[in-house]
Nanobody, 128 residues
C-alpha cells in the first residue's frame, strides 16, 4: 500500500491558477500509475487526469483538457496537477490516487474503482 498526501489547494478567482501536489511514500513510486479525481458537493467523484508510471502517457477529462497538466517527478515521489484558467465548476475536493502499474491501466485509467490507494483530498474553490 502506498500512502498519498495532497497539498496545494486553496481559493482562487475565475481565471486563476493552482498547483496541486501529491507526495507518495511507503512503496516504490515507479511501480504505480497515478491519477487525480475530484468530487463536488452532491456529486460523484469523477476522473480528472492520469499519468503512467514513467510519465510518458497522460489522459485528461474533456472538461479540463487544455487547462490542466499532470506531471510526475519520480525522483521526488510526487505527482503534480497544474490547473490554469480555473472556472467555478472546477470547485471540488481533489483526490490523488494510485494503482499498481500494468497494461490494464490503458483501458481502465478513468475508472474510480480501478485505483487502490487514495489520499484524503485537498479543497479547491474557484469564485466568480
Amino acid at each position: 500500500q502506498v500512502q498519498l498526501v495532497e497539498s496545494g489547494g486553496g481559493s482562487v478567482q475565475t481565471g486563476g491558477s493552482l498547483r496541486l501536489s501529491c507526495a507518495a511514500s511507503g512503496r516504490t513510486f515507479t511501480d504505480y500509475a497515478m491519477g487525480w479525481f475530484r468530487q463536488a458537493p452532491g456529486k460523484e467523484r469523477e476522473f480528472v487526469t492520469a499519468i503512467s508510471w514513467s510519465g510518458g502517457t497522460t489522459y485528461y477529462a474533456d472538461s479540463v483538457k487544455g487547462r490542466f497538466t499532470i506531471s510526475r517527478d519520480n525522483a521526488e515521489n510526487t505527482v503534480y496537477l497544474q490547473m490554469n484558467s480555473l472556472k467555478p465548476e472546477d470547485t471540488a475536493v481533489y483526490y490523488c490516487a494510485a494503482v499498481t502499474w500494468g497494461g490494464r491501466w490503458y483501458r481502465e485509467y478513468g475508472k474510480r474503482s480501478f485505483y487502490t490507494d487514495w489520499g484524503r483530498g485537498t479543497q479547491v474553490t474557484v469564485s466568480s
